[in-house]
């Protein structure tokens, strides 16, 4: 156990998979896999397995998507890290291919592969193309492709571990806000399911589902609300493809109250599916979500960091829900 | 009298009048054997014509001096940024600096109609690192840098900042931060301009990262097969973002790649305004003639490192040493410093001085005024109002606004 950030996690959760099976690839451009940690050795991909295993490609996100699903096709592992500017680029291959070509060779073809799809949502400044967030909404409506948005350094590893192992293709999406985060993470390898949410807190009063990105908020939120006496259940999707509804109904059947956050555009953002999951099987409960809305996140920080949800928002939200 | 010492005799008569045309255009002639001779990089690969003309010969005096005049209100535009960035801790705006590469999208947009109904201007697709073709393509230096610090009144509103400013006004169709798609788009404007009849032509600027696209091949190829009034300008300032080109083009020049469409591909020396506009000249009459499109790389180089002022120090131009975004790689600082000595606004400024266009006076006069607008602009967007939280909803759509749904 060390405190490690999310993205030495990753990488030692990839490194030793890449010990382990000397075939694994793992295509990159522009994001060197590379990470540091107080104490603990610097791990660098590129010098550790060579550029036969490890390349730095052009700005070719579509190359590099396919590249993979090439070699998970050919029976490597494979796996590549696409930084946000490209994270739909590459949409076409992981949708009509990877997604289908189970299905369509009628369980023939072998995927072990995993797409890193890098994601902001967390930035003002940027604007549009550099600061959006609904790559999750994309991407967990793919049918044969496994959607995964791990939100702490642990869950990281321990899902990227899992995501290596897993013989279906998974898009493994990383909320860059998250990078400063540092939390004590086990040495050993181990596996995080990738169809399990994590109840982070129990509640009777309301239940509170969150992914990715907006979940220190909703933690900010929840601790407040707790301070003020609501008991509140709160959720970790984890998973937006397998989604757990098992534990969401649950829940909901305790409560009565389920509110949903995501950076994600109000339409059709994941906490649409979780409301509409939950609606089929609980009788009785209300519901609320709370989303990005409807518009291209502009620059202006005074109009961006207003349109995100934060955990005033939440706070009030879960009040006048239980209220 | 040898070219050279004929621009030694013409350097004792600046701003002499007395050589505009016949005579003017016989003594530029020699200046452009000249300016050939000493270029170290400059060749051409035309696939026919042999040649580009020098057709900065034609040129009036009052419009050399505006491309010096651009080009020094381009520098002391970014170098006013970068010292803002660097002294004034509540400063938000940032930038993909372009100095270093001033030379490539004045000689560009030099070629090109930029002030009329916008139906008959030509346009110009930008990138990420959008100052230098903004400002050359003629767009106002107080309302960008207004929106570069998000501000309600600056260029976009604040809806845009550095990597998505547009102006119509102008043709500055616009910044865009992702690398791929733009020249794609650009050859939909070319296509719809020959679709209607229009003599207009549209220009693509891409960095040396673009070739490894898809979309690079798609735009030559579809505008090669249309004959598309469309000039890919490729600005090869030798690194996409901290990687070397040579990580992602098998070529030393990318130009060769015409070759594959059978459409002109000519390497310039992008350091050099009136090469970089001898090429242009001839890609938009090519274009406006209807016969295709060109390819043109500019050999170039920026003086900063690829986002941001990190190894910049306040007042000095360049930066140099660690970028902490690199990583694992970054430029030697003697490459920065070697490209230096080689710099557009220096070239611009001896040979319109050799030409006897300029007196060193008189551009010192004019990049003092260059230095003062930028100066000026900043504080102007200082005084410009924050935007108003609640105008995120707007510019959705044409017409209304959107619901807000962060609130329970």
Redesign the interface.
């Known amino acids: 156990m060390a405190r490690k950030s999310w993205m030495y996690a990753v990488l030692e959760a990839v490194q030793y998979e890449m010990r382990k099976d000397k075939d694994m690839i793992w295509i990159f451009?522009?994001?060197?896999p590379?990470a540091s940690t107080p104490g603990l050795p610097v791990i660098?991909l590129?010098k550790e397995f060579g550029r036969k295993r490890v390349v730095?490609?052009?700005?070719?996100e579509?190359?590099m998507a396919s590249c993979v699903l090439g070699a998970g096709l050919a029976g490597s592992k494979a796996v590549t890290y696409i930084p946000y500017?490209?994270n739909c680029?590459c949409f076409q291959v992981i949708q009509n291919h990877a997604g289908k070509l189970r299905s369509m060779t009628g369980g023939m073809a072998s995927m072990p592969i995993v797409f890193l799809l890098e994601m902001t949502g967390q930035t003002p400044?940027?604007?549009?193309?550099?600061s959006d967030y609904e790559i999750d909404t994309y991407y967990a409506h793919i049918p044969g492709v496994k959607t995964v948005v791990p939100s702490t350094p642990t869950d990281a590893k321990g899902m990227m571990a899992a995501a290596i192992r897993d013989p279906n293709p998974v898009v493994y999406l990383y909320p860059a806000g998250l990078r400063e985060l540092m939390e004590d993470v086990p040495n050993e390898q181990y596996e995080t399911p990738l169809d399990k949410a994590a109840v982070r807190t129990t509640g009777s009063d309301i239940t509170i589902v969150g992914s990715g990105g907006g979940m220190p908020e909703v933690l900010k939120a929840t601790e407040a609300l707790q301070k003020q006496g609501m008991k509140v259940e709160t959720i970790d999707l984890r998973s937006l493809k397998p989604m757990d509804t098992e534990t969401l109904v649950k829940s909901v059947q305790k409560t009565k109250r389920l509110?949903t956050v995501d950076q994600s555009y109000?339409t059709l953002c994941p906490g649409a599916e979780v409301i509409a999951r939950v609606a089929e099987n609980v009788r009785g409960a209300r519901f609320?979500?709370?989303?990005?809305?409807?518009?291209?996140p502009?620059?202006?920080?005074?109009?961006?960091?207003?349109?995100?949800?934060?955990a005033d928002?939440?706070v009030?939200?879960?009040?006048?829900?239980v209220g | 009298m040898s070219e050279l010492e004929q621009n030694e005799v013409s350097r004792q008569t600046p701003e002499d009048d007395r050589i505009a045309s016949p005579s003017r255009r016989t003594f530029l002639k020699g200046v452009a054997g000249a300016g050939a001779a000493v270029s170290l990089i400059s060749k051409n690969a035309w696939a026919k014509n042999g040649e580009i003309g020098f057709w900065a010969k034609d040129l009036p005096n009052d419009r050399l001096t505006e491309m010096f005049n651009t080009i020094v209100r381009i520098r002391w535009y970014e170098r006013t940024m970068v010292d803002k960035m660097i002294t004034d801790p509540k400063y938000r705006g940032y930038n993909h600096f372009y100095a270093g590469q001033e030379a490539v999208a004045v000689g560009v947009c030099s070629a090109l109609n930029n002030k009329g109904p916008f139906d008959q201007i030509d346009l110009v697709y930008s990138t990420h690192r959008p100052s230098g073709h903004a400002i050359a393509k003629g767009v106002d230096t107080k309302k960008m840098a207004a929106e570069y610090d998000f501000r309600a009144t600056g260029l976009n509103g604040g809806y845009g900042g550095e990597m998505h400013i547009s102006d119509k006004s102008c043709g500055f169709i616009g910044a865009d931060g992702m690398i791929g798609p733009g020249p794609v788009i650009a050859t939909g404007s070319a296509f719809a301009f020959r679709a209607r009849g229009s003599k207009q032509v549209a220009v693509n600027f891409g960095g040396d990262g673009t070739y490894a696209t898809p979309h690079f091949h798609a735009a030559l190829n579809n505008a090669a097969l249309l004959q598309l009034p469309f000039i890919y300008v490729l600005e090869n300032n030798l690194y996409h973002q901290y990687a070397h080109y040579s990580y992602s083009c098998p070529m030393k020049d990318i130009a060769d790649a015409a070759r594959t469409y059978r459409i002109p591909g000519v390497v310039v020396d992008g350091q050099d305004v009136f090469q970089v506009y001898n090429a242009a000249k001839t890609a938009v009459d090519r274009a406006r003639a209807g016969e295709g499109p060109t390819l043109i790389e500019a050999k170039t180089y920026r003086y900063y490192n690829h986002w941001g002022a990190p190894g910049a120090e306040a007042g000095e131009l360049g930066a140099f040493g660690y970028d902490p975004l690199a990583i694992s790689s970054f430029r030697p600082e003697r490459e920065v410093r070697a490209w230096m000595q080689r710099d557009p606004v220096d070239i611009c400024r001896n040979t319109l001085v050799n030409w006897g266009v300029l007196t060193r006076a008189r551009a010192d006069e004019i990049e003092a005024a260059a230095k003062k607008e930028a100066i000026e602009a900043f504080a102007w967007a200082d005084r410009q109002p924050f935007c108003k939280p609640e105008d995120g909803l707007k510019h959705v759509f044409v017409e209304g606004v959107v619901a807000a749904r962060q609130f329970g």
């Open positions: 451009e522009l994001t060197p590379v660098n590129e730095n490609t052009g700005i070719d579509n190359w500017q490209g680029m400044g940027f604007a549009g193309q550099h509110l109000y609320k979500r709370i989303a990005f809305p409807d518009a291209p502009p620059a202006a920080p005074e109009m961006m960091l207003w349109m995100r949800p934060n928002h939440i009030a939200a879960a009040k006048k829900l």
